[in-house]
Each structure stands twice: as C-alpha cells, then as structure tokens.
Nanobody, 114 residues
Framework: QVQFVESGGGWVQPGGSLRLSCAAS????????MGWYRQAPGKQRELVARIDGGGRPNYADSVKGRFTISRDTAKNTVDLQMNSMKPEDTAVYYC????????WGQGTQVTVSS
C-alpha cells in the first residue's frame, strides 16, 4: 500500500523559511515523478513543485526562485525547502505522485503571517 506522510509545517513570519518533508512507503520514489501540492482555504489544490524520475525539478511561477524541491532516494523522502515566504503561501501542503494519484495523505499546515 502506497502512503505519503508529510511533516515540517508550522507558523512562520513573512520572509521566513520552512522545510517540509514527505516520507513515502510502499514505493521507491526514484522510479516516479513526485510533486508537492498545496491547497489554500477556498481554493483548488495546485501543484507547487515537481521532481522527475531523473531528479530534475520544475516549479510553479508563484514559487520559482523561492522554493526548492529535492529527494533522498536512500531515505525515500521528498523535501520542499521554502524561503522568502509570503502570506499567500499559507495552505495545507501535500506530496503525491505527479500526476497525482488521487489518494492524498493528511498534509501539513503552513501558515505565513505576522
């Protein structure tokens, strides 16, 4: 059974940083395209960043230059380093396959406010 467990969320002031981590079980992430997604209140879930099977990243325009996606194939984790954060980054963040599988974990709440 495939499972993704997200962690690392919290509260941060504008301009601050957070690092999210996604632990995958039931699969070896090195064989898959993986993504970080987020859903803000009242909005649809959106793709924030993805990393392909070869380790190449791609970012939404809204986070380009501020967020960095990475993976550790030995630990089977996918991380999202978020810098220069903005209030509009406030959302629940999820990891999943790219394209997503439709089965979502609990996510991790990120709140950016002063």
């Amino acid at each position: 059974q495939v499972q993704f467990v997200e962690s690392g969320g919290g509260w941060v002031q504008p301009g601050g940083s957070l690092r999210l981590s996604c632990a995958a079980s039931g699969i070896a992430i090195r064989f898959y395209h993986m993504g970080w997604y987020r859903q803000a209140p009242g909005k649809q879930r959106e793709l924030v960043a993805r990393i392909d099977g070869g380790g190449r990243p791609n970012y939404a325009d809204s986070v380009k230059g501020r967020f960095t996606i990475s993976r550790d194939t030995a630990k089977n984790t996918v991380d999202l380093q978020m810098n220069s954060m903005k209030p509009e980054d406030t959302a629940v963040y999820y990891c999943n396959f790219f394209p997503n599988s439709g089965a979502w974990g609990q996510g991790t709440q990120v709140t950016v406010s002063s």
